[in-house]
């Protein structure tokens, strides 16, 4: 049995928690409600944009990684590779965090 959450649950509740903090949460692809893979962008104010993909881990567990960080002076590159990941995977959810500090609602994600 795997001990997965649904995708579409595990998304809803990085948005939920996100909201809870004050801050705002979107889904801008929707994709397979159970097994879709999660791609998350953080942000804060439109600022300090990065990329975290869920990548396997020497020990097993499936963590998710900073793949990319938005460069302020080229956004260009980090929307490219973005819809170059949407594009290639139309089953994969995308999901937004706009909130302080973003990166700790994606670091209390562990499988």
């Keep these: 049995m795997d001990a997965r959450l649904p ?3 595990e998304v809803s509740g990085f948005i ?3 909201e809870a903090a004050g801050g705002f949460g979107m889904v801008l692809q929707k994709g397979e409600r159970d097994a879709g893979v999660i791609l998350i962008l953080t942000t804060h ?13 020497l020990d097993g567990s499936r963590a ?3 793949t990319r960080d938005q460069d ?3 956004k260009k590159d980090f929307d490219d590779y973005v819809a170059k990941r949407r594009n ?3 089953d994969c959810w995308v999901v ?3 909130v302080e500090n973003a990166e700790r609602f994606v670091a209390a994600a562990t499988h």
Excluded: I, Y
Excluded at 45 to 57: A, K, V
């Design 72 to 74: 302020d002076e080229n």
């Design 88 to 90: 290639s995977d139309p």
């Design 45 to 57: 104010s439109g600022r300090n944009t990065r990329l975290w993909e869920r990548m396997p881990q």
């Design 64 to 66: 998710f990684v900073c």
């Design 7 to 9: 995708a579409h649950v």
């Design 16 to 18: 939920r928690a996100v």
């Design 96 to 98: 937004e965090l706009d």
